[in-house]
């Protein structure tokens, strides 16, 4: 069976990666559909992927082909769910790509029953699975510095409301800790070193820092919203991202608790084996294999 995965607009290199070693008898192709496919359509297309039985688009691929079997991926759907944030180019995926696809990959469940409520798609045509974190983070060594601190990954509201959250903690706890930012203090290293995780997204199709947190080891206190339960689940202190005192609370009772701390780390470390990219391309192998027969 030959798979050819649009790349155009999107990082597959990892998911390939792992596909390619994970394949038994597929074989793993990458193309880019680019301005040619917008042009000449989905005869082009189709002529371009001769020998291929399934196709998997990216949120940018042009148009649909008309003899080989489509599927793509749903990552989010903040353009039907967050104010302001729908746009034409989401709801012609939606039409060119998502209403054609003989078979979805959701990157949660949380997506899965959103498509299937906001989109009409049919249940039994999606499928869910993880994507994957970087190795990198399972093998982390904590990288060391001077004083402990609290990492987060905010943007925007959420980051206005975290800082919020840090000025109601106890002056000792504010003395005693640092507050930084994933820009900040990028990478593996950083994560592991961190004395807790907190990520007060308002939403996200899946939470990927939090993946990556669990599997460097780390406690997490997450948003209550979209995905972030499903992927943190007993792993991490669920909290409402509009409300600062709630997540200082949050804060608090982890910092305040080495051994609470520990247990989290201990289990989001467990349930981050979930999310590793062997575990994704065995699921997207298997997903594959279901379009292609059926």
Not at 20 to 35: D, P
Not at 188 to 210: H, K, Q, R, T
Request: glycine share 8%.
């Amino acid at each position: 069976m030959r798979i050819t995965i649009d790349a155009a607009g999107s990082d597959a290199a990892p998911w390939v990666a792992a596909l390619r070693t994970q394949a038994h008898g597929e074989e793993i192709q990458v193309f880019e559909s680019g301005k040619l496919a917008a042009v000449l359509g989905a005869q082009w297309l189709d002529f371009k992927l001769r020998g291929t039985d399934v196709f998997h688009a990216s949120a940018v691929t042009p148009v649909a082909p008309l003899k080989v079997k489509l599927t793509a991926t749903i990552e989010n759907l903040s353009g039907w769910l967050m104010p302001g944030k729908h746009t034409k180019a989401a709801q012609y995926f939606a039409e060119r790509i998502l209403e054609r696809a003989h078979g979805l990959i959701a990157v949660s469940e949380s997506v899965r029953q959103d498509a299937i409520r906001l989109l009409g798609i049919d249940a039994g045509k999606i499928t869910t699975i993880y994507p994957g974190v970087a190795g990198e983070y399972f093998d982390a060594k904590p990288t060391p510095r001077d004083r402990p601190y609290v990492l987060h990954a905010g943007f925007g509201g959420t980051s206005d409301t975290l800082l919020a959250a840090w000025r109601e903690l106890k002056p000792e706890l504010q003395r005693e800790y640092d507050l930084l930012s994933t820009s900040d203090a990028p990478g593996a290293g950083p994560m592991a070193a961190a004395a807790l995780f907190v990520y007060p997204s308002l939403y996200d199709g899946f939470a990927l820092p939090i993946a990556q947190a669990m599997a460097a080891h780390v406690a997490v206190v997450a948003s209550d919203v979209s995905s972030m339960p499903e992927v943190g689940r007993d792993a991490a202190v669920l909290v409402d991202p509009h409300d600062p005192a709630e997540i200082a609370a949050g804060i608090t009772r982890l910092l305040e608790s080495e051994s609470e701390r520990a247990k989290l780390a201990r289990y989001g470390r467990a349930r981050a084996e979930k999310y590793r990219w062997e575990k994704c391309a065995e699921d997207s192998l298997a997903f594959f294999r279901r379009v292609a027969g059926g």
